[in-house]
Antibody, heavy 119, light 112 residues
Framework: EVQVVESGGGLVKPGGSLRLSCAAS????????MSWVRQAPGKGLEWVGR??????????DYAAPVEGRFTISRDDSKNTLYLQMNSLRTEDTAVYYC??????????WGQGTLVTVSS | DIVMTQSPDSLAVSLGERATINCKSS????????????LGWYQQKPGHPPKLLIY???IRESGVPDRFSGSGSGTDFTLTISSLQAEDVAVYYC?????????FGGGTKVEI
């Protein structure tokens, strides 16, 4: 069974950093398209970024609001995806979802982890 | 960037009646080489992550009831719930996966 479980959320001050983890089971992260999507409280869905499978180059791309501040990576030995978030802003407050995707289609979602950026 | 616009923002439908949600993209999401529309629909119930309902604009994900159907091509798409059930109360989102950045519509809240 495909499963992704996020962790690492919490309260952080503006300008701070946080790293989210996404533990995967039932599939191999290095062979999958993986994305992060976030949802601010009471708001809609916003794509954050993705990493392609190793066979497609393993490259990443990001949404403009997080480009240069957020980095997606993976640890193949742990079958885990990461989202490193730096220079956090109050507008980054959201539930962050890890997703196993089929290219750009989001077919397996985690339960999400809440990140709160506040002083 | 492709902007996805949904309408209405919310709608109230009686049990057993039809619900129709519209989604318009700012440019075509139809890929001519394979004649596929890169458009998906998701359902999000309160306190839960979104769930994929429809992909390629009209293909139901496995396990999705057949009262849900998707239609449209190019820039104009529709999600129809043919006979609304109580468990269909949720927010519905369309999403294009034609090009990066991947973008969602603003969501449509369906209530009884």
């Amino acid at each position: 069974e495909v499963q992704v479980v996020e962790s690492g959320g919490g309260l952080v001050k503006p300008g701070g950093s946080l790293r989210l983890s996404c533990a995967a089971s039932g599939f191999t992260v290095s062979n999958a398209w993986m994305s992060w999507v976030r949802q601010a409280p009471g708001k809609g869905l916003e794509w954050v970024g993705r990493i392609k499978p190793t066979t497609d180059g393993g490259t990443t791309d990001y949404a403009a609001p997080v480009e240069g501040r957020f980095t997606i990576s993976r640890d193949d030995s742990k079958n885990t995806l990461y989202l490193q978030m730096n220079s956090l802003r109050t507008e980054d407050t959201a539930v962050y979802y890890c997703i196993k995707a089929s290219a750009g289609l989001f077919d397996y979602w985690g339960q999400g982890t809440l990140v709160t950026v506040s002083s | 960037d492709i902007v996805m616009t949904q309408s209405p923002d919310s709608l109230a439908v009686s049990l057993g009646e039809r619900a129709t949600i519209n989604c318009k993209s700012s440019q075509s999401v139809l890929y001519s080489s394979n004649n596929k529309n890169y458009l998906g629909w998701y359902q999000q119930k309160p306190g839960h992550p979104p769930k994929l309902l429809i992909y390629w604009a009209s293909i139901r994900e496995s396990g999705v009831p057949d009262r849900f159907s998707g239609s449209g091509s190019g820039t104009d798409f529709t999600l129809t719930i043919s006979s609304l059930q109580a468990e269909d109360v949720a927010v519905y989102y369309c999403q294009q996966y034609y090009s990066s950045p991947l973008t969602f519509g603003g969501g449509t809240k369906v209530e009884i």
